[in-house]
């Protein structure tokens, strides 16, 4: 088993939505919403509290069932009915709570509900060298597989937690906020992770509500507001103003603004 998502080539589309909608009672949480991430490419979804981000996030892990919409994956339809299932396709989430236990050490955090066995038996010394090398792959400061989740700081199991989505080789990894509890230096290392994440291949879904995270490392700003795409970008054609504008609806005309600022005209 290997944790290099080579088998599509860079820039090809590996997951792609198209009118997607799901309400909870009153609220429209998402609506018509349509999303694509190529393999090697980092897409960020942004959009303020409430936006529907998550939601999204979890319809795309089978958490939630889209009242209507399709999910194309790897060229073909899916519907994935929860968070493994979407991880055996080939879809890992790490969720914002992490997930981890904390009384557990890291191999067996790595390989909950997925254990390596030989012979009927739990094989911890392969899952020992595969921990490891998962850690290696994404340059982790780890340092001892054998340490309970509860001695390790806040980069470190975020750290974990996105080496256990690799686990089963996903080609698509979606990370709901995963700095949003971080200091400075360690929200540098996950922005690492992610950027060693593209390098693999790997399409990701980064969900963050830090603008300067965004830009550090993304390639591709999708923006929902109030349940729907208002605004898409590429990182090096946007500013924060502009961005921000987006996310807060204070301008509804992102583009018209744009060419103003940059002297164009209207065609
Ligand atoms: N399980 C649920 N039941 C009812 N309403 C929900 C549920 N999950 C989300 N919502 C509603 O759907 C809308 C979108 O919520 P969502 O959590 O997706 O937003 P978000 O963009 O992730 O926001 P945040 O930045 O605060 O995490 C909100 O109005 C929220 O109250
Ligand atoms: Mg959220």
Known sequence: MSAVATQTPA????LSLAGVNKRFGAVQALTDVHLQV????????????????????????????????????????????????AQALGIATVFQDLALCDNLDVVANLFLGQEHLLTGMIDEVSMEKESWR??????AKIPSVRIPIAALSGGQRQTVAIARSLVGAPKVVMLDEPTAALGVAQTAEVLNLVERLRDQGHGVILVSHNMADVQAVADRIVVLRLGRNTAE?????????????????????????????RGGTDE
């Open 38 to 85: 190529g393999a090697g490419e980092v897409v960020a979804l942004v959009g303020d509290n409430g936006a529907g981000k998550s939601t999204l996030v979890k319809v795309i892990s089978g958490v939630y069932t889209p009242d209507s919409g399709t999910i194309v994956f790897d060229g073909r339809e899916v519907a994935p009915r929860g968070p493994s299932d």
């Open 233 to 261: 970008f590429k990182v090096e054609e946007v500013t924060t103003a502009e961005l921000v504008a987006a996310i807060t609806g204070a301008s509804d005309n992102v583009v018209a603004e744009r060419r103003k600022r």
């Open 11 to 14: 820039g090809d589309t590996v």
């Open 134 to 139: 998962l850690l290696r792959s994404l340059s």
